[in-house]
């Protein structure tokens, strides 16, 4: 169409350059084309001038293939070593403790649930923002197996440890604590349970003597390491046999039983240490234990003298933390640096409380440098800044305990078992002196227990070598609203306190040495001069005799 349109452009065009549009104010008006022009003109004029393009459409496919990816740990930063395990597991602790961290997390969670409809169908069991439950609180527990010694001759079930992956198998140590009181018709065999098949156990261990502790391997799941009551260490491989692969030398090893052996988390997962009451803690290598790679006495002057050690009941080794505890019969905990061939000091510092054999020890899961002690009486929940006393302490029970442990999914609660063969169920967030559940397992005393990882499902060892399986409530197994932060003040506040009291109490103690040298001070001044003045008043005796004497002879 010639047709102009609806409204004008103004525009000027200057040689060698781009034309300049700009809108100009015009009156708009309708001018219909004038017939006669077009007729003269007769030619057509397109406004459009765009390229003519087509749509093509194929059919494409593909094969896939299965292929694996090699995969390279980084973004380390630049202090840390990726190829040390315990600085990696050390420096990963402490960033996710950060609270930055802590809100990246919890935005990268937002936004997953901001992306879903509703947030329940991504996390039907969440009921908050943190990612918590909240529950009515009671709490609860029900014996829902147990496994029975089949031997005639029953034995204490001393240690158990649950299967790191397989969460159906339990190894259970049997042996019989008191000294010389052995049956001479005793079986010196333990056993790996399937805690589904309760009849018979699926695996016998033979070791040379009764085993009195017994640990999976977390490297290697088909290896465990035992310690005897002969003192002697061995480890099993279930892919070999009931015997064991290796045991240590009996001139290189303990000279008492072995209460406690520990895996290092290593890249190899072959060195493992041990602690008995004769002392000593010994560390050795599988691959060779004729003798152990180190050795460390328990002498609190710090000379390695055997005959001043302290016997071990217990230990206990966070891989994250440079240093392991050790309990003593005493009743002292014995902080000890890792890495022995680094220092001269092995022995960092001592703490003192109880009033007997610390039997269990263990770090809480979620806060590292607060620990559990159970000894005597009662149990104790420490800090490792404070060395005097315990910052949490339980009421005086009637009969002794013999063991506990931290629940692994949440921070507050730990249990305990009794010479009464009582379970308790602590949580320090509603009692500290008493605990929430009191459980009757059974007439004779609990010797053990040990919770699995992967819920709260507790097994409890007693004294005639029956092992009960406890199913606890799903507020004990589960963690509450603000649980963490709520522990984390606790301790803190605690902390502090017992700080604040030590403080004092080492205030007092100095006072009362500088009045008592004071007042021997004092008594030195008042003996010289009772003494000078008798001196004086036999002085003057001695004068005025003579002068009598003198006169006398005038």
Known sequence: STCPPPFFLAFKMDIDHSCDFSESDVEHEDIPPDPALQEICGSEVNTEFSKDKSEVSTMTSFEKVSQGINHVEGGWAKMINADDTEVTARYKKKYLKDEHCQHMVMETVMEHCNQCKDAEDCFPDLKDEEGVQEMEYEPSARIISMLRDPNKVKRTATSLSWHPLDYHKLAVAYSCLEFQRAPKNMSFDSYIWNIEICNKPEMTLKPISPLVCLEYNHKDTHILIGGSYNGQIGYWDTR????????????????????????????????????????????????????????????????????????????????????????????????????????????????????????????????????????????????????????????????????????????????????????????????????????????????????????????????????????????????????????????????????????????????????????????????????????????????????????DAK
């Open 240 to 551: 070999s046999g009931s015997q064991p692969v290796q045991m240590s030398a009996t001139e290189h090893s303990h000279k008492d039983p072995v209460y406690k052996v520990i895996w290092l988390q290593t890249k190899i997962g072959t060195e493992t240490f041990s602690a008995s009451t004769d002392g000593q803690v010994l560390f050795w290598d599988i691959r060779n234990m004729n003798e152990p790679t180190k050795r460390l006495v328990l002498d609190p002057s710090k000379k390695g003298n055997r005959e001043n050690a302290l016997g071990a009941v217990s230990m206990e080794f966070e891989n994250s933390m440079a240093k392991f505890l050790v309990g003593t019969e005493q009743g002292l905990v014995v902080s000890c640096n890792r890495k022995l061939e680094t220092t001269d000091d092995p022995i960092v510092c001592m703490y003192s409380g109880h009033h007997g054999p610390i039997y269990a020890l263990q770090r809480n899961p979620f806060f590292p440098k607060n620990f559990l002690t159970v000894a005597d009486w009662t149990a104790r929940i420490w800090s490792e800044d404070i060395k005097e006393s315990s910052i949490i302490s339980s009421k005086y029970h009637m009969t002794y305990l013999l063991d506990g442990c931290w629940s692994p999914v949440r921070p507050s609660v730990f249990f305990t078992v009794k010479m009464d063969g009582t379970l308790d169920v602590w949580d320090i967030l509603f009692k500290q002196k008493d605990p929430i559940l009191n459980l009757k397992v059974c007439d004779e005393a609990l010797y053990s227990i040990r919770v699995r990882d992967k819920d709260s499902l507790v097994c409890c060892g007693s004294q005639l070598g029956t092992v009960r399986l406890l199913k606890m409530s799903p507020d004990l197994c589960t963690l509450q609203k603000n649980e963490k932060a709520l522990v984390s003040e606790m301790f803190e506040r605690e902390t502090k306190r017992e700080k604040i009291l030590e403080g004092q109490y080492r205030e007092r103690h100095q006072m009362k040495q500088s009045s008592s040298v004071e007042d021997e001070g004092g008594k030195d001044d008042m003996e010289e001069l009772l003494a000078c003045t008798e001196r004086e008043f036999f002085e003057t005796v001695e004068a005025s005799k003579q002068n009598t004497d003198t006169k």
